[in-house]
């Protein structure tokens, strides 16, 4: 009996949002193709995938998605690029991921990772930590302050998440939350984790995690990167551009 090849990671870059907080740069594009010290976002992200040999990525799209369509193009990357278009409704994290099942081998793990997110996260490492946990996703978290986090119990298994700025949070049933963390935006994802969805059309994964993790791993991979940065507000590119061209 031939053993099923596991081939290398697959990736899928969330760019479908509106990118609202940085208007006015996204009046007239879409967040995806926003500069930071002279590359795009989407380009950035392309570009570290393959420099770690991911070969298949599936980017969503929605608003201005036609410029992204052609922005990628234009490029000439060495990769098969594919497009999950949520033409009439935005899908949100889950919902997106969940559309763009077809487009996926399932015979490898699946990087997900928002577009405006910049890191220096190893995406090889987190790869090998989720075959070595055997979970269905591992998400990318730290230590650093923040107003939201997502908890884990004991066994560090999801459990729950807060957000500060509304004073709310929901934990799993007859689940206590040991540790807290801030999401980073990538997640390691085995691809069986779709025989695990139970929610459709728009929502988000984090929501659909909190279900899944009733039965099964979805565990924190706390990453050391030295560089994050997560490009969602105006008024923090020239600062992040600053620390982007000192590396």
Known sequence: KRKQTIMSM??????AGK??????????????LVE?????LLDRNIRK??????????INTHYLGEQIHDYVKQQNYNADIYFSDEIENLLDTGGGLLAAEKYFTKTAPILLHNVDIISDIDFKKG????????????????????????????THNLCGRDNEN???STVIENRSPKYKYAFSGIHFINPQIFNYFTM????????????????????????EASTWFDVGKIEEISEIEKKILLL
């Open 10 to 15: 697959e990736a899928m870059i969330l760019a």
């Open 19 to 32: 990118g609202s907080r940085l208007r006015p740069l996204t009046d007239n594009r879409p967040k995806a």
């Open 36 to 40: 930071i010290a002279g590359q795009t």
């Open 49 to 58: 995938m393959i420099s770690f040999g991911i070969k298949h990525i599936v």
């Open 127 to 154: 790869e090998n930590e989720l075959k070595k946990q055997n979970a269905l996703s591992l998400i990318c978290v730290s230590e650093r302050k923040s107003s939201r986090h997502l908890l884990f119990d004991a």
């Open 166 to 168: 509304n004073n709310t």
């Open 200 to 223: 459709n059309g728009s929502f988000s994964i984090i929501d659909q995690y909190l279900e899944i993790a009733k039965r099964q791993q979805i565990l924190p991979y706390l990453h």
